[in-house]
């Protein structure tokens, strides 16, 4: 079964290949495939070829499918289980299956589908607008990870690593300063056992008379005193420039992260969970502070301590030296057994403890549920299991390194084996003194602790490589909605215009076909139309959350793409279902969209919204602690809320997605008509399923499976007796039952 | 450009079990379709399928005018012959079969290969490597279609389990693999696996 995937330039060359007279200038569209289209298990090697007169099928290098275009009205794409499938619909309403491919080239064929389309739509050619950007590494042709464009597998690590320090090079004072304190302590802790070796020789062993000696004797231990204190004083100055330079480095970092996320297109974040986007500012940074500040220095450290330890063996004696170097090789290959063995396990655990947590966390946020099915016990019973499998995993682990511990710490105590044998032969030959055993002994001990290090770096290295190229991955993501180089801000006036706008989420999906809209200013625009048919994603349209693939959006005359995004923004107002209140008092959320808001601006827009006569109720007035989650507030005061929150700058455009859905009619009405009264300055845009709200509008549009199927004022549509006459009929039923 | 959706559910392009990622607000891709009060029981009694052009057509009642339809496992992992829906390439629901087993002959035949043309799982007969980099874990695998490179993401949460030894695999691009029984699996191959349970 073939998963990878060709390029263009080879999808081109195979199709030249059956068609040797094809340019790419014909080519409309091409694609391959690779089930078979009848046998449920059963292999194919297709190709399908579009021309600008053609549809021509090739299965296993056989042509099975020729048909001239002109027949063909559309081409779909359907999408399987694992597998996805292609059809064309004849203008005689013949279907006929094309192809059926795993899911690997879903992304492919779909575009294909799409380019195909738009040449049977427009007599364009668009193969290249619509082939899809590969979501494969090019370099190992392994799948990049959702949402991202870097290849983890192929990191360039060195590009990275320049990066990084691009980013710490304004601390690296702090960072040197950190990196020599960390080899000045070590060496100072080469000195102790030389200063132990020479009191236990020349003093407790010596029969030189002790009167003469005494001072001597406390100026030594004086000494390794002294060496002990600088030592310790010297750790203290540097976990003191280590906390500065980390603390600053990250800080940076989470800047640069922070401010990026906010620039990005709501297609771009939404491809990532907050939870991910919030792990990438915080856990990830901090990765990086731990790599840059903590284990680098330490590696310079350890590096530099094997080789002087080392060095110093060889010149004291190279028999003993080489004894102690050559388990090394032994010892490093037992440590990187041993993790990868504990690493398995390690993440099996945590992966055991975010499974119950993940569930207490469920039973805790539907405690409401659990508490009115009276379920208390069987949820427990649920979060037992998950403890308990929990627990038989902390329990393995506890096993396993209870039996490989011992067995490790045998082989790091491997080279004093060495000396004792060695050491202990030469003192009986009277070469060496008892004093050199404790001293070698020591530095044995310091000659492998860099080892232990060195052998877990690797891993270091490659933990804070990934979360380096996390990071990075957001700095460098593509802004997709940039301002033009010369965007403008314009004074809007509220005409908007919507021509042959196409657009879809993704790729295989288009969910506003070939949109057409005026709107004059003043206007009020009912959307209207089942849910799940385009209405909200017309409005995000024309915020320009989203890029349109086809046709364009103007306001006043000017392209949406030529108006700067904030002078665009500050402009419209918008009012969701879903209103989102921010920590802090009604007031600071009122007053979001302008900060520098007067307390009568605030109140004015408030009554507008409705929003007054309840919060003069709340003992704190416009004060009132609202938190995320609205607080003590009710649905619709909430929405109350972000309605003042939209009408306090007055924005010449307003758009309304559902605003007043949660709202009772009574209040729905207040608020309706004190909209009403300021409408005629302003263009408003205001969806709503529940028809009345709708009733001053200056004409409805009804969409339907993304097209505009009606437009017209209510009289025109009940009239017509299409959609809108059904949708208004079934509503009246509704209400006269109630 | 009308696309259809056989899943008659999201079909974001990452498909698999993440397929939600594609997010956007409102959930756009997903057809809304209204409950159908007519939708009736079918068995070989009263209805009848025949394939045309390589598409599954039903006629119910049976002497009706038959129409393209989609079929569509209600409880894919656990029934994957039962609980059927049958569908209009709208996406409502025509008619349920409880089991494929109430239809016989040919016809059985016909729905079987159309639920497996539909849901392509290979089987993983054996597993040649496993490795794990970066949460990412790359497999080799032996599939009756040959060997199989495939990727996971989140290995754990890609792999799940439907009762007590069969395994699913939802790799990064919308595939699915199966084992079907984890037990049954060599020994080297089981060894590979069991760190993922």
Redesign the interface.
């Known amino acids: ?1 073939k ?1 990878t995937k060709t390029t263009t330039g080879q999808l081109f060359d195979r199709a030249k290949k059956y068609q040797p007279q094809l340019t790419n200038e014909k080519i409309v569209s091409v694609w391959e495939y690779n ?1 078979d ?5 059963g ?1 194919k090697d297709g190709f399908v070829i579009i021309t600008d007169d053609r549809l021509t099928v090739y299965e296993n290098d056989t042509e099975i499918l020729s048909d001239s275009l002109s027949n063909i009205k ?1 081409f ?8 996805v ?1 292609a059809e064309c619909i004849r203008k005689d309403g ?4 094309i192809s ?1 491919a ?3 080239l ?2 492919r064929i ?1 575009t294909a589908i ?1 380019a195909a ?1 738009h040449y049977i ?1 427009y007599g364009s050619h668009a193969f290249e607008k619509y082939f899809p950007a590969d979501n494969v590494c090019p370099k190992c042709g ?2 990049y ?3 991202s464009e870097t290849c ?2 192929c990191i360039d690590t060195k590009r990275m690593a320049k990066r990084l320090w691009d980013v710490a090079k304004p601390y690296k004072w702090l960072i040197f300063a950190s990196m020599a304190l960390f080899v000045f302590i070590s060496l100072l802790g080469l000195v102790t056992p030389i200063l132990t070796r020479y009191l236990t020789n020349d003093f407790i062993l010596s029969d030189t008379p002790e009167t003469i000696r005494a001072l001597d004797y406390l100026g030594v231990i004086a000494l390794i005193l002294l060496t002990q204190l600088a030592s310790r004083g010297l750790s203290s100055i540097r976990n003191w420039t280590l906390v500065i330079a980390g603390n600053k480095v990250v800080h940076n970092l989470r800047g640069i992260v922070f401010e990026k996320i906010q620039r990005l297109s ?2 771009r974040i ?2 990532r969970t907050s939870g991910e986007l919030m792990n990438r500012v915080s856990s990830d940074t901090a990765r990086i502070r731990m790599f840059l500040v903590n284990q680098i220095p330490r590696l310079l450290e350890q590096i530099l301590l094997f080789l002087v330890v080392g060095i110093a063996f060889f010149v004291y004696d190279w028999r003993l030296a080489l004894l102690i170097i050559l388990p090394t090789p032994l010892i490093a290959l037992a440590f990187s057994l041993f993790r990868g063995i504990m690493g ?1 396990l390690f993440r ?1 655990s945590w ?1 055991r403890s975010a499974q119950s947590n993940a569930v207490l966390h469920d039973i805790f946020s539907g405690i409401r549920v659990v508490k009115s099915y009276g379920t208390e016990h069987r949820e427990a019973q649920r979060f037992e299991a998950y403890a308990k499998a929990e627990k038989e995993t902390q329990l393995k682990i506890e096993t396993k390194w209870a039996w490989i511990n011992p067995l490790l710490q045998f082989f790091i105590s491997f080279g004093e084996f060495f000396i004792l044998f060695y050491v202990g032969n030469a003192i009986i030959g009277g070469t060496m003194e008892l004093a050199d055993m404790a001293m070698f002994s020591s530095y044995a001990g310091m000659l492998y602790t860099p080892l232990q290090f060195l052998a877990g770096f690797p891993r270091q290295i ?1 933990m804070a490589m ?1 979360s380096v190229t996390k990071v990075f991955e957001i700095i460098d993501e593509p802004e997709d909605i940039v301002d033009a180089k010369d965007a403008k801000d314009i004074e809007i006036k509220g005409e908007v215009s919507i021509k042959n706008v196409s657009f879809g ?7 506003l ?1 070939n949109i057409n809209l005026d709107i004059k200013p003043g206007e009020f625009i009912g959307l209207v139309g ?5 209405k ?2 017309l409005i ?1 349209l024309v915020m320009r959350m989203y890029e349109v693939d086809e046709g364009s959006i103007s306001i006043d005359g000017v392209d949406i793409r030529d108006i700067s995004q904030e002078s665009l923004r500050s402009q419209i107002g918008v009012v969701l279902q879903e209103t989102f209140l921010f920590n802090g008092s009604i007031y600071d959320n009122i007053a979001y969209a302008k900060k520098n808001a007067t307390r009568e601006e605030v109140i004015a827009a408030a009554k507008a919204a409705g929003a007054h006569s309840f919060i003069i109720k709340l003992t704190d007035g416009y004060d009132t602690y609202v938190g995320e989650k609205g607080g003590t507030l009710s649905g619709g005061e909430r929405q109350r809320i972000a309605i003042a929150r939209a009408l306090l700058h007055n924005p010449k455009l307003l758009i309304l997605d559902e605003a007043t859905a949660s709202l009772d009619t009574e209040t729905e009405k207040q608020i309706q008509d004190s909209l009403a009264k300021l409408s005629h300055e302003r263009t408003t845009i205001a969806i709503a399923h529940r028809l009345s709200t709708l009733r001053n509008a200056t004409k409805l549009v009804v969409i339907d ?2 097209t505009i199927a009606e437009m017209g004022t209510h009289d025109e549509l009940i009239e017509k007796h299409g959609i809108y006459y059904n949708l208004v009929m079934a509503q009246r039923e509704m209400s006269k039952m109630a | 450009m009308a696309p259809m959706n056989m899943m008659g559910g999201p079909g974001g392009p990452q498909g698999g079990r993440h397929g939600g990622g594609s997010g956007s607000p409102g959930g756009p891709g997903r057809k809304p379709t209204r409950e159908n009060p007519n939708s009736v029981q079918i068995t070989k009694e009263n209805a009848k399928f025949l394939m045309k052009n390589g598409f599954l057509y039903m006629s119910c009642p049976k002497d009706a005018e038959p129409a393209r339809v989609l079929l569509h496992r209600d409880f894919p992992f656990e029934f994957p012959f039962a609980y059927i829906s049958v569908m209009n390439t709208d996406g409502m629901e025509l008619a349920f079969i409880k089991d494929i087993a109430l239809f016989e002959g040919e016809e059985k035949e016909m729905l079987v290969r159309e639920l497996e043309r539909k849901y392509y799982s290979p089987k993983i007969l054996k597993i040649h490597s496993v490795k794990d980099r970066f949460g990412f874990s790359y497999w080799d695998v032996e599939t009756p279609a040959g060997r199989v490179t495939f990727t996971l993401q989140d290995t754990f949460k890609s792999i799940s389990r439907a009762g007590e030894n069969r395994l699913f695999f939802f790799d990064v691009d919308g595939n699915r693999f199966t084992i079907e029984d984890i037990d049954a699996l060599d020994r080297k191959s089981h060894k590979k696996i069991e760190l993922y349970l």
Do not use: W
């Open positions: 079964m998963l089930l289209k009848e046998e449920p298990r292999l559309e779909r794409f359907l999408s399987g289980v694992g597998c499938f013949e279907t006929v299956l059926r795993n899911a690997a879903k992304n779909a799409k389309n739509l392994r799948a990870r959702q949402g983890l597998n709501i297609a939404s491809k398995k099996r992966e490659m990934t989420y993704d790729e295989s999906v288009d969910v076909r089942k849910s799940g048919t385009g909200s994603t995000n499976k993304g």
